[in-house]
Each structure stands twice: as structure tokens, then as C-alpha cells.
């Protein structure tokens, strides 16, 4: 007989190639997933993998097996997205999903203050990647997502919350090389005078990079021919040994606090802005209570937009 575990195991087993990786993904040890394996072909009185020293592939029967798992398994993922849809309705529960760089500061206070002002609603906050998130939001997943965007997603509505702007971190060492302005709340480094060789850009991935790719197509810089770090904190780690310097949003600068000499500044002096949105695929919570919803997000934003000039370095 087809049991959910037993697909699990025999899909994850095929895909993986081996017991080692495939035990590791299932999260039990490679002995218990290879006696489970054994067991279940005795029971079934049929060999689904031929063992190589190096590999597990499907038998001709195997094949079948694992034909017949990979639609259990689709289904039994459909019917828990429509279980959690339908918990959702039941309790008023209501999910977001935010970037793993603003979660790590943003989600208990958010939690806090939604528990404050709207405490007839259970909200979940997810913290992943973009492309994650983005996947998550249209299999239902997600009810809403906060994101940056230069372009809208068909399907997808969006509700701006507020205001970001795109910085520069540079080594403390280049303070000479700035200039300051007093309606401007950074120092500024026009990009002229920085190398396009010591520039460290973010991945394509990274919901950053269309706004660095445009601010450095003013200038004629290619950030494709630049390094590339998939991760912001590594590339403030490596500004702070003064291997060049990175782009970041003014709402992230207290995350990277605890790095060691790092200066933040605007690279021109105008602004460059960065909208925030509210995106979503279908709408959950009723428009009051999305527009409550914003302003409490966008009032925490703003507060870390400004912390730097309540904490200066």
C-alpha cells in the first residue's frame, strides 16, 4: 500500500541519489532511512532501488512507485494549503512576509504593536528571501508580502507604505573624501570619486539589485562586472577590511551596527529612493484594517530610517 511516509521516503531517496543525502534532508539518520527502505520493498516482495556504491536508482517497478508518490504528495501538499487557508478564515489569521535583512530587526516589535492595535487578528510573520517569499504569496501561502519592486507583478496588488533610500557603505578611512550638506542627514560620497573595481554588488537575486543596477546605469557602471556577494552582511564585513564598498538601504543600517568601522553615505545629493510596498495576490483583511496595517509598518520603518540620527555612529 502507498502511505504519505512511504512516497516521502521513496521520492526523497530517487531525488537525492543517496541514502546519506536523502536521510539528511528527511532529518532522520542514514541507518534508520535504509532499514526503512528494506523493510518497505520486503513488505512490498519487490526491489525498488539497485544499489551501486556510489548511487540508489529506481527499478522498473520503482519507477511506478515513485510515480505514484509524486501524486500523493501534490495532493497532500494542495490539501494543506486549503487546511491552512480555511484555519485562516477560522481564526483570523493573517500572514506577512518579510526579507530575512529587515525580519531580524522588525518582527518582534511588529508583533508587539500589532498585538496593541489590531488584537482580533493572529498574525504570522515569515522571513525568507525574495524569490522565496515572492513563491510563497502566490501559492497561497502568504496573504501579504512586504517588497521593494521597480515593476509590477501581473496578478499582484500593491498599497505603497513609505519611503527608503539606497546608501552607500564605504570604510570609515574615506570620511576625507565626503562632504556634507545640512539638509542631508549622511555624509556624501558622490560615486565619481569611488573605483568601479573596489564596488562589491549585490546578487541578481537580492531585492536590492534593480536599484543598484539603475543608479549605476546612470554613471555607466555595469554592477555584472563587479564582485558579487549574495549577502549584505558579508559584503558590509568586507567593507569594514576595506576591500571596497557596497550598497544598502537606510532601513537597514542598524543591522549592521556591530560591524566595526563602516561609513554610510549618500552617494549624490539628492536621494535615491526605495518605495516599500504591501503586495498581495488576494485580499484578506478588509481595506480598513490594510490601511492600519501600513501605518503601523510604516511608522517602524521609519523609525529605523531614523535611528541612525538619534544614534549616531
Not at 118 to 133: R, Y
Not at 193 to 222: A, D, M, T
Request: charged residues 20%; positive net charge; hydrophobic residues 40%.
Amino acid at each position: 500500500m502507498l502511505q504519505y511516509k512511504s512516497a516521502l521516503y521513496v521520492v526523497t531517496l530517487a531525488e537525492c541519489g543517496s541514502i546519506r543525502a536523502a536521510a539528511e534532508k528527511l532529518y532522520i539518520s542514514p541507518p534508520a532511512l535504509s532499514m526503512y527502505i528494506r523493510n518497505l520493498e520486503k513488505e512490498l516482495g519487490v526491489p525498488l532501488f539497485e544499489r551501486t556504491p556510489k548511487q540508489f536508482v529506481l527499478t522498473e517497478i520503482g519507477e511506478r512507485y515513485f510515480l505514484y508518490s509524486k501524486k500523493i504528495l501534490t495532493l497532500s501538499e494542495a490539501f494543506q494549503q486549503e487546511l491552512n487557508a480555511y484555519h485562516r478564515k477560522q481564526v483570523r489569521v493573517c500572514s506577512i512576509g518579510l526579507y530575512r535583512r529587515r525580519g531580524n530587526h522588525f518582527m518582534v516589535p511588529l508583533l508587539q504593536e500589532f498585538a496593541q492595535k489590531m488584537p482580533g487578528i493572529q498574525f504570522d510573520l515569515q522571513i525568507g528571501s525574495k524569490q522565496e517569499l515572492e513563491q510563497m504569496l502566490e501559492n497561497h501561502q502568504l496573504d501579504y508580502m512586504l517588497v521593494t519592486h521597480m515593476l509590477h507583478k501581473p496578478g499582484w496588488e500593491y498599497l505603497h507604505v513609505c519611503s527608503d533610500e539606497l546608501l552607500i557603505i564605504c570604510p570609515e578611512a574615506m570620511q576625507n573624501m565626503t562632504r556634507t550638506e545640512n539638509s542631508c542627514p549622511y555624509p556624501i560620497l558622490d560615486l565619481d570619486r569611488l573605483s568601479h573595481e573596489k564596488l562589491i554588488s549585490p546578487g541578481r537575486k537580492q531585492s536590492i539589485y534593480p536599484f543598484v543596477e539603475k543608479f549605476l546605469s546612470e554613471y555607466g557602471r555595469n554592477p555584472a562586472t563587479a564582485r558579487t556577494v549574495a549577502n549584505m552582511e558579508i559584503g558590509a564585513q568586507l567593507v569594514s577590511a576595506g576591500r571596497g564598498y557596497c550598497f544598502t538601504l537606510a532601513s537597514y543600517l542598524p543591522s549592521f551596527f556591530h560591524i566595526p568601522g563602516l561609513l554610510f553615505c549618500r552617494p549624490r545629493s539628492l536621494p535615491v529612493p526605495v518605495n516599500w510596498s504591501l503586495g498581495w495576490t488576494s485580499q484578506v483583511l478588509p481595506s480598513g484594517q490594510i490601511r492600519l496595517l501600513r501605518e503601523i509598518i510604516r511608522n517602524r520603518t521609519e523609525e529605523m530610517i531614523h535611528f541612525r540620527e538619534d544614534n549616531p555612529v
